[in-house]
């Protein structure tokens, strides 16, 4: 069973930055596609950014030019590096797995990690 387990989530203040990461157990990365979304309190789930199998990216127009995905397939793990953060990038962030290609729909993803939250806040 494909295990997810996130990390590296905190307290920052805005314009900051943070690295967080994914470590992917009981599979492989190669054949995955990793998405990444956020769900703050009283919204729903939304798509942050995903990279494929191939490993091209995309991100959503929220998070492009702050936001990069990348991967350490020797590691096994996603990382999201995260700079200029914004009061409104506050949510609990998610990783999850899907066979090869990137979809936006949080249900086209079958595995999930338990979230990390990221506050940003002065």
């Known amino acids: 069973q494909v295990q997810l387990v996130e990390s590296g989530g905190g307290l920052v203040q805005p314009g900051g930055s943070l690295r967080l990461s994914c470590a992917a157990s009981r599979f492989t990365l190669d054949d995955y596609a990793i998405g990444w979304f956020r769900q703050a309190p009283g919204k729903e789930r939304e798509w942050v950014s995903c990279?494929?199998?191939?490993?091209?990216?995309s991100y959503a127009d929220s998070v492009k030019g702050r936001f990069t995905v990348s991967r350490d397939n020797a590691k096994n793990t996603l990382y999201l590096k995260m700079n200029n953060l914004k009061p409104e990038d506050t949510a609990v962030y998610y990783c999850?797995?899907?066979?090869?290609?990137?979809?936006?729909?949080?249900?086209?993803?079958?595995?999930w990690g338990q979230g990390t939250q990221v506050t940003i806040s002065s």
């Open positions: 999850a797995a899907r066979l090869r290609f990137c979809l936006r729909s949080y249900g086209a993803f079958d595995s």
């Open positions: 990279i494929n199998s191939a490993g091209y990216s």
